[in-house]
Nanobody, 123 residues
Framework: QVQLVESGGGLVQAGGSLRLSCAASGLTFSRYRMGWFRQAPGKERDFVASISRQGVNTYYSDSVKGRFTISRDNAKNTVFLQMNSLKPEDTAVYYC????????????????WGQGTQVTVSS
């Protein structure tokens, strides 16, 4: 059974930082591209970042480029999202997801999802 478990969310002031983690089990982690998405209340689930199987290639939405960094540790089956210079508009539930086809920023392309972790940025 595949499980993706996010952690590291919380409440932070604008300008602060958080590091999200997503621990994967039940799949061959290194065969999956990993992504982070977020969903604010009343809005669609939006792409944030993704990383290739060996971590060589990374992709970001324009809204987080230069502030967020995605990385992975295949030995620990974990993907990370370092979030710096946080803004109130970054407030959302953050989800990690796994997919084993071509790189995509579409949620529909991802096969497995975590339950999400809440990130709240106060102004």
């Amino acid at each position: 059974q595949v499980q993706l478990v996010e952690s590291g969310g919380g409440l932070v002031q604008a300008g602060g930082s958080l590091r999200l983690s997503c621990a994967a089990s039940g799949l061959t982690f290194s065969r999956y591209r990993m992504g982070w998405f977020r969903q604010a209340p009343g809005k669609e689930r939006d792409f944030v970042a993704s990383i290739s199987r060996q971590g060589v290639n990374t992709y970001y939405s324009d809204s987080v480029k230069g502030r967020f960094t995605i990385s992975r540790d295949n030995a620990k089956n974990t993907v990370f999202l370092q979030m710096n210079s946080l803004k109130p508009e970054d407030t959302a539930v953050y989800y990690c997801a796994a997919e084993n086809s071509a790189q995509s920023n579409r949620a529909e392309a991802y096969d497995y999802w975590g339950q999400g972790t809440q990130v709240t940025v106060s102004s």
